[in-house]
């Protein structure tokens, strides 16, 4: 069974400056998926960005960005240059190969960012 | 305008009662899913659909069933409610029902037990 565990529950933060969250995750699986969701105010869930475990290379889109540390089980989330419409509850997430959009999720960091 | 609509957005339900939970999605995808948020515990898988065919099922009571009367559409019913199953409820959709696909979600259904 996987397992997901983000540690931090809540981080505030001023606007611009860079935040970073924590995932660690617990498969058997060789090969897997690894996400980042938000989940907004308005209870709204958007995906984020992927990390594919077979891929060295860290993922980036727009201003997220990842730390993989396969050995570590590690996948953080890196957010540059925060806005205050990033405040949202972000969830990690992972999904073993050929487990069919079976995602387990992390109980989720609160992100404030305040001006 | 919200691409997977669930309705209805808000309900309390009387212990022992049934409700049905209704999802369409207008994105075109062909795996449509269910998901559950509860306070206790985190966002959490229990139906996949591909093609209108249960792919599966992780919800361990037999009271919850899922209905895809059309390919975009995949209703949940749960029957004989508990308080426990107050909860909020997602449905999602994918492109298709592979690994690796994006997850979007619809607005949830949030779900009171009384």
């Known amino acids: 069974a996987q397992k997901v565990t983000q540690t931090q529950t809540s981080i505030s933060v001023v606007e611009k400056t860079t935040v970073t969250m924590d995932c660690v995750y617990e498969?058997?699986?060789?090969?897997?998926?690894l996400f980042w969701y938000k989940q907004t105010a308005s209870g709204e869930i958007v995906f984020l960005i992927r990390q594919d475990s077979y891929k060295k290379e860290n993922a980036t889109v727009g201003h997220y960005s990842l730390n993989f540390q396969k050995p570590k089980s590690s996948i953080g989330l890196i957010i540059t240059a925060t806005q205050i419409e990033d405040s949202a509850v972000y969830f990690c997430?992972?999904?073993?190969?050929?487990?069919?959009?079976?995602?387990?999720f992390g109980g989720g960091t609160r992100l404030t960012v305040r001006p | 305008d919200p691409k997977i609509i669930q309705k209805p957005k808000y309900l309390v339900a009387v212990t022992g009662s049934e409700k049905i939970l209704i999802c369409e999605q207008y994105?075109?995808?062909?795996?449509m899913y269910w998901y559950r948020q509860s306070a206790k515990k985190p966002l959490e898988f229990m139906f996949s659909y591909s093609y209108q065919k249960l792919m599966d099922n992780q919800t361990a009571s037999s009271r919850f069933q899922p209905q895809s009367s059309k390919k975009n559409h995949l209703d949940l019913q749960i029957t004989a409610l508990k308080p426990d199953d107050s909860a909020t409820y997602f449905c999602a959709s994918s492109q298709g029902g592979a690994s690796g696909n994006t997850l979007y979600f619809g607005e949830g259904s949030r779900l009171i037990v009384v």
């Open positions: 498969t058997r699986d060789s090969s897997y998926f």
């Open positions: 997430a992972m999904e073993p190969h050929n487990a069919g959009a079976k995602l387990t």
């Open positions: 994105l075109g995808h062909n795996a």
